[in-house]
């Protein structure tokens, strides 16, 4: 009966081809060896079933890892099919940014051209203005003298009638006559010595072929008459002035501002 048992346990201990050699050594031995023999033999075998078992467990425990390892590899097979999907984007993005660099490099040679032709224009547009400026130089000497000569003619006119129209209509009776002169390095277009009311006076004027009322113009000839009076003072004393502007033609307006400074204007069609 135990034998049975035991051979029943080795059926479900091992796998079949096993349990039949140890059943067959069972029968063997049964013949050869004692009881006592018998037990030592089996504690043997239960032995052999331990470590089989234990084999058994390591086997499942192996498989296991395996498993784990298998599983590993396929996260690892698919995180690295991950980064070459994202080196196949990154090479697609380096190959936009080049084509975009070339493609800014060609528009930097076209704004380089563009600007090496800019800079010829306005080189070109340089010379052009430098010979305009040059004609206008040229153009304006010859009206300036134009100008002076008229000018010139239009006081020698005025040296000839203003003592008698000064007479007439201001009672200032010039006694030494109209010249052109310069005092403490300022020019003056007219300059006289009066008499008024039987006081000397002094005429320091000066001469504009049109008398406009811009103020600004106004202030600046009012200025450049206020230093010529200053430097007469300077050279002769504390004497009486009477500032006199001689035009061609004044505007109303003009009129009444050099009134309000004392200035007399004479227009030449008075004479």
């Given amino acids: 009966m135990r034998g049975k048992i035991l051979l029943q346990k080795i059926r479900e201990a091992f796998p079949p081809k096993q349990a039949q050699v140890l059943e067959e050594l069972f029968d063997f031995l049964d013949e050869l060896v004692k009881v006592h023999d018998f037990n030592e033999l089996k504690a043997i075998v239960a032995e052999i079933a331990k470590e089989q078992k234990e084999l058994a467990e390591a086997q499942k425990r192996t498989d296991e890892k395996m498993r784990e390892l298998a599983e590993a590899q396929k996260r690892t097979d698919e995180k690295v099919k991950e980064l070459a999907e994202a080196q196949k984007r990154t ?12 493609r800014t490099e060609e528009k930097v040679k076209e704004l380089a051209e563009a600007q090496k032709r800019t800079e010829e224009e306005i080189k070109r547009l340089a010379e052009e203005h430098r010979k305009t400026r040059a004609r206008l130089d040229r153009l304006s000497q010859d009206f300036g003298g134009f100008t002076r000569t008229y000018s010139y003619a239009f006081e020698n006119e005025a040296y000839r009638n203003l003592p008698k129209l000064l007479k007439e209509k201001y009672d200032l009776e010039v006694i030494e006559r109209f010249v052109r002169t310069e005092i403490e390095g300022e020019e003056i277009n007219f300059f006289a010595k009066a008499k008024k009311n039987g006081c000397i006076c002094y005429i320091v004027g000066e001469a504009k072929l049109r ?33 006199l502007l001689v035009t061609h033609f004044a505007k109303p307006r003009a009129l009444r501002m050099a009134q309000e400074k004392g200035i007399l204007v004479v227009q030449s069609f008075e004479w």
């Fill in 91 to 102: 090479e697609e993005e380096i190959k936009r940014l080049a084509e975009a660099q070339k």
């Fill in 211 to 243: 008398f406009d009322d811009n103020k600004r113009d106004f202030e600046k000839t009012f200025k450049e008459i206020e230093k010529k009076v200053q430097a007469v003072k300077k050279a002769y004393g504390d004497v009486e002035i009477i500032m």
